[in-house]
């Protein structure tokens, strides 16, 4: 209860005090919408909310896969061979400090716009960096006494990896990825701003926007939160149950 409620309470006097100015300021609703505005237009279209839902997802959802095991088998092959780690840091940071807004359009026009490819590619390549960037430095985070031991037990590269490095390496391979996880959907909307279908949360944002429906604009904003929660809470449970049970010795694997 202490780890959930107290953002629970802030939550709540958050939108009560947002209700409050909303009223009592008299705000006009394409400045702030008031959240009771909100929910009634999140109810009234839940239907079309849960369909564009369902497309970003899934486009978070396969960039954050394929970007996930890009990112941890090139965090394994840096780790072992030092030229290669030499050549990708510097294109793994490189593609990180490219903005989004430059690589839609571009994928957009190598791409056919009528495909999801050039979607799941940015967040591939979104994902690609945290992951990468936190598994390399957790294979990194080795004991040298265990390498010792797996070398005098003539266990091979792929059995250090698999049997040592990964294992130890899984703190922070879950940090990147609770980093990587929300940042998928915010890419995977963004990239709806700039063309292709018109079926994802960030196509009807826009397309609410437009048409002065501001309040449905933000009900479909709300479904961006939840679906980013939701990956997040994903990532939490996968960790819960890799770190859950204890990591197999090497010398009993």
Do not use: C
């Amino acid at each position: 209860m202490k780890t959930w409620l107290p953002p629970v309470i802030f939550g709540v006097l958050l939108v009560a005090v947002w209700q409050l100015v909303t009223d009592i300021g008299g705000l006009p609703s394409f400045l702030l919408p008031s959240p009771t505005s909100i929910f009634e237009q999140f109810r009234a279209n839940l239907g079309n909310i849960t369909t564009a839902s369902m497309a970003t997802g899934k486009n978070a959802f396969i960039g954050l896969v394929v970007g996930s095991l890009l990112g941890l088998l090139a965090a394994a092959v840096a780790v072992r061979l030092r030229i290669v780690d030499e050549l990708l840091s510097p294109i793994a940071a490189a593609a990180a400090a490219i903005p989004i807004v430059a690589l839609a359009p571009v994928f957009n026009s190598m791409f056919s716009a009528t495909t999801d490819l050039p979607r799941r590619l940015v967040v591939t390549i979104v994902v690609f960096f945290p992951v990468f960037v936190s598994a390399a430095k957790g294979l990194r985070q080795v004991a040298p006494v265990h390498l010792d031991l797996m070398q005098a037990s003539a266990a091979s590269n792929g059995q250090i990896t698999r049997l040592v490095r990964f294992p130890t390496a899984l703190p922070l391979i879950f940090t990147g990825l609770r980093v990587a996880a929300p940042n998928a959907v915010i890419a995977a909307i963004i990239t709806e701003y700039f063309g292709g279908l018109q079926n994802g949360l960030g196509s009807r944002i826009t397309s609410a926007a437009s048409n002065t429906a501001y309040p449905r604009a933000w009900a479909y904003v709300l479904g961006a939160v939840i679906v980013g929660l939701l990956f997040f809470l994903l990532v939490l449970l996968l960790e819960r149950l890799a770190t859950r049970r204890p990591a197999r010795s090497a010398l009993t694997a």
